[in-house]
């Protein structure tokens, strides 16, 4: 049997109202039709996305994107100037 499938916003809902000061876990995923051990799953990739989004500076991925974008510039700057360079060759004897 295939489990039921949650949004996002739906398993954000349930998170939060298991992390409400009065609330009692087990209560919570007996409500919500949610194994505990899903809800504490859940709740951890909560936290950890939370930490992230916390974290000061630029990401990982901010970071790869921008050597990339720092490589992709170089290259162009080289083949520019070969570009440059050939316009040149073929001009020489033509004045």
């Known amino acids: 049997m295939l489990g039921r499938k949650w949004t ?4 954000i809902n349930i998170v939060l109202e298991g992390m409400m000061p009065s609330a009692n876990i087990s209560e919570v995923c007996r409500q919500h039709g949610v194994a505990q051990s899903l809800y504490y799953r859940w709740r951890e990739a ?3 996305g939370g930490r ?3 974290q000061s500076g630029p990401s990982t991925r901010e970071q790869e994107l921008e050597k990339e974008l720092q490589e992709a510039r170089a290259k162009i700057g ?8 050939l316009r040149k060759k073929s001009n020489w004897g033509r004045k």
């Open 52 to 54: 992230a989004g916390l």
């Open 78 to 85: 080289e083949l520019t100037m070969q570009v440059d360079v």
């Open 46 to 48: 909560f936290l950890s």
């Open 8 to 11: 996002v916003d739906e398993k």
